[in-house]
């Protein structure tokens, strides 16, 4: 799989999962962290949630002209890692105020669009020599898999970030928490009573840990302990982002020299002998324009479905599913036990693979016996039943991401030998179906729950809300429905643009992905208005709408780099 690619690929896969490990990390927090400490609504922070995710992807555009025009990829990409650095910086601050939040984002927003479509376009530049193009379908995808092993340990260093700082606070998780003390804070200060003062004293006791240095004296004074230091321990998860994206900023300048012959501007290279430079014609460039912009379009309704998986999902997951699970489904949701388990199955693999060299089947009796004995030892120290939080569902989708890669990367490789393989675009409308059925299986268990209008916190018991096996579920077809879709994406945007628009046309990509994501948080209302499997309809239409169009404009799309 990796055989044959250049290394710059290498470092711009490991300075991109620097910044993704970072980002993810944020945004298994970011609805939690802004309904936790400024009690917003799934309205009000799906709306702050859609125009951060709009700016991340829309600001590309400035850094796709930016590169192409002043500064070159290298430079732009550079000033977007030390941006991004300083922003989640600020947002690690305790005690910031909503418009010091405001601010931050909208510097990591900056930061992003200068880094994320820029890096991109050097990706598929190292792929513009005739000696890899070849590669370039896979070398995304590669890439791709590098982005979402960052994502993966992501939500479990939130997590252990937010556990550890509300245990030295004496305090334990609890989701509805937040969002009572929050009301009852505001009944307290209209002089209204609160009618959930006797559950929300029952959930305080519940969380707070004897002898862990914090005693319950009343609601007001819990409500607002509880509130702060949950809100620090999502603070100090930012801080753990600025410090991989400043990892980030290192790989990409220490190891320059793989990538520097490609980090050239198009009207540099022009005027060297030694760059073989494409020319299209007006009317060349212009084809190729206009199936970039229909591609564009669909994009916008993939991602604003896609992007409900750290909207309307997170909440399904703190709102609906399990808060306990029994020890064997916790592996799932433990990296301690997950992780030995994971290297005790690439160890049997190495040992029953029949090209492995005896060095190798060394390595797998090692990690057999090392990656069984640590799951071992994990595994039996769990209780019959384990907590398990929303924000660690977030880890699934980068999971089955780096594992998936592989066997699909695979099965396109066997249909191309059999000169079978779908092109860029068959692959792009079939993961348009993919996420439909994906979208599909949350119609099916949302209906008969109770709708999100008439949930009330801490109302729901366990035996009222739905095994987590059902969003495992649809996070793995999603997955599918992602290999299929996005890294194809870029990597057919990479092939079709014009070179001296190279930068802007990742920027577009990642613009209508911006639009998408927008939409994603202003759909909000409807989540709050219907009931939940009409919702979850809605997106299944919307998918199913736009393959129908990938597969009408085919022959556009698949054209769009003949003459």
Do not use: C
Not at 240 to 258: D, G, H, P, Q
Not at 441 to 465: C, E, H, K, N
Not at 485 to 502: E, H, L, R, T
Request: proline content about 4%; overall charge positive.
């Amino acid at each position: 799989m990796l055989k044959g690619h250049p290394k710059g690929l290498f470092v711009f896969l490991f300075a991109n999962m620097g910044e993704r490990f970072g980002y993810y990390t944020m945004m298994a927090i970011f609805i939690l962290f802004m309904q936790a400490k400024f009690g917003l609504d799934a309205k009000a922070a799906g709306a702050v949630y859609g125009t951060f995710l709009f700016g991340i992807y829309f600001i590309p555009l400035l850094g796709g002209i930016i590169a192409d025009k002043f500064l070159g990829f290298g430079k732009t990409i550079t000033l977007g890692i030390i941006l991004m650095i300083g922003g989640y910086f600020m947002l690690s601050q305790p005690g910031s105020g909503l418009h010091f939040v405001y601010l931050s984002l909208g510097v990591v927003s900056i930061g992003t669009g200068f880094f994320k479509g820029n890096l991109q376009a050097l990706v598929g530049k190292l792929y513009d020599d005739a000696k890899y193009t070849k590669f370039r379908d896979s070398a995304f995808n590669i890439f791709y898999m590098g982005i979402n092993i960052g994502a993966f340990f992501a939500p479990s260093a939130a997590q252990a970030m937010s556990n550890y700082i509300l245990g030295k606070g004496g305090l334990t998780y609890n989701a509805n928490i937040p969002s009572m003390a929050h009301e009852f804070l505001k009944a307290s200060a209209d002089g209204q009573t609160y009618e959930k003062a006797d559950e929300l004293t029952k959930l305080a006791n519940e969380a707070i840990v004897q002898g862990g240095g914090y005693q319950f004296t009343n609601l007001t004074d819990f409500s607002n302990y509880y509130i702060d230091i949950l809100s620090q321990s999502y603070s100090y998860g930012f801080g753990i982002a600025a410090i991989s994206i400043f990892v980030s900023l290192i790989i990409f300048l220490v190891f320059r020299k793989t990538y520097k012959h490609v980090d050239v501007m198009h009207k540099h290279a022009k005027q060297q002998e030694n760059h073989n430079i494409i020319e299209l014609t007006p009317k060349q460039s212009n084809k190729r324009l206009r199936a970039l912009a229909l591609l564009f379009i669909v994009n916008i309704f993939f991602w604003m479905a896609f992007h409900q998986n750290g909207f309307t999902l997170t909440i399904f997951a703190r709102d609906y599913t399990f808060t306990e699970v029994n020890s064997f489904t916790y592996i799932l949701f433990d990296l301690n036990a997950l992780l030995p388990i994971i290297a005790a199955i690439i160890g049997v693999i190495l040992l029953i693979g029949k090209k492995t060299s005896g060095l190798w089947k060394g390595v797998g009796v090692v990690l057999v016996i090392v990656g069984g004995g640590l799951a071992y030892y994990t595994i039996s120290s769990f209780n019959s039943t384990m907590p398990i939080t929303p924000m660690i569902f977030q880890h699934f989708n980068p999971i089955f991401i780096v594992f998936l890669t592989p066997i699909i990367i695979g099965i396109f490789a066997a249909l191309n030998k059999r000169g079978k393989e779908p092109s860029a675009p068959r692959k792009i409308g079939i993961g348009l179906f993919l996420a439909a059925a994906s979208f599909l299986l949350m119609v099916l268990v949302s209906a008969g729950l109770v709708s999100p209008r008439d949930f009330i916190p801490g109302a729901l018991a366990d035996s009222m809300r739905v095994t987590p096996y059902w969003l495992i579920a649809t996070y793995f077809s999603l997955t599918i429905s992602e290999l299929f879709y996005s890294p194809i994406g870029i990597s057919f945007v990479s092939k079709v643009a014009p070179p001296q628009y190279a930068g802007l046309m990742q920027g577009g990509w990642l613009g209508s992905t911006a639009i998408g994501n927008m939409l994603a948080g202003l759909i909000g209302p409807f989540w709050e208005q219907w009931e939940m499997w009409q919702f979850f309809l809605l997106l299944v239409g919307m998918l199913l709408i736009s393959a129908v169009f990938i597969f009408s404009i085919m022959k556009t799309l698949e054209s769009a780099t003949e003459d």
